[in-house]
């Protein structure tokens, strides 16, 4: 069956970078693009970014350009989500979700603490 | 950027009775809508896309419905497991996708 294991929790200071690890199995990996989409307490889902997991082509949303970066490596059915110059609003859980446009399959969400 | 818009943004239900949720789009998103409902500490499940579709093992007593900006997910007998919250979130036009800010379905 599909599934999608997440890395652990992370606690960062002010300013620096978190790297989130998805690792698929279940399915080709290369035929499916992944997001990212991230949940601040008692908020709505936010759409950060999306991969083709084929090629390589990234797409972001304006929110986290040039902050966000979302990387594959196809040998290990596993895709990255890499955030910088973090700050307390970027305390949330972080998922990956594959793409349908519409998001079936989720992780199981990775909490990232961002605190002084 | 399309913007979702959720009402309302608390229902309280009986268990047995009938909820209608609503979700408005600030263009038209054609059917590119999805629904889906989230437990505490849980991913969202996806209920529906293609605003009307249901998703693999989505009780039958769950329909979507709507087109354009406007669509509505309605539960017709709330059972216990259902009182969650939902979101819906539309793929008409991305980048990005968006989500509506959600409605909590309380127990009355």
């Known amino acids: 069956q599909v599934q999608f294991v997440q890395s652990g929790p992370e606690v960062k200071k002010p300013g620096a970078s978190v790297k989130v690890s998805c690792k698929t199995s279940g399915y080709t990996f290369i035929n499916f693009a992944l997001n990212w989409v991230r949940q601040a307490p008692g908020q709505r889902p936010e759409w950060m970014g999306w991969?083709?997991?084929?090629?390589?082509?990234?797409k972001y949303s304006q929110n986290f350009q040039g902050r966000v970066i979302i990387t594959r490596d196809t040998s290990a059915s596993t895709a990255y989500m890499e955030l910088s110059s973090l700050r307390s609003e970027d305390t949330a859980v972080y998922y990956c979700?594959?793409?349908?446009?519409?998001?079936?399959?989720w992780g199981q969400g990775t909490l990232v603490t961002v605190s002084s | 950027e399309v913007v979702m818009t959720q009402s309302p943004a608390t229902l309280s239900v009986s268990p047995g009775e009938r909820a209608t949720l609503s979700c408005r789009a600030s263009?038209?998103?054609?059917?590119?809508l999805a629904w889906y409902q989230q437990k505490p500490g849980q991913a969202p499940r996806l209920l529906f896309y293609g605003a009307s579709t249901r998703a693999t093992g989505v009780p039958a007593r769950f329909s979507g419905s709507g087109s354009g900006t406007e669509f509505t997910l309605t539960i017709s007998s709330l059972h216990s497991e259902d009182f969650a919250v939902y979101y819906c979130q539309q793929y008409n036009n991305w980048p990005p996708y968006t989500f509506g800010q959600g409605t909590k379905l309380e127990i009355k």
């Open positions: 979700a594959r793409e349908d446009h519409w998001f079936e399959y």
């Open positions: 991969i083709n997991t084929g090629n390589g082509n990234t």
């Open positions: 263009q038209s998103v054609s059917r590119n």
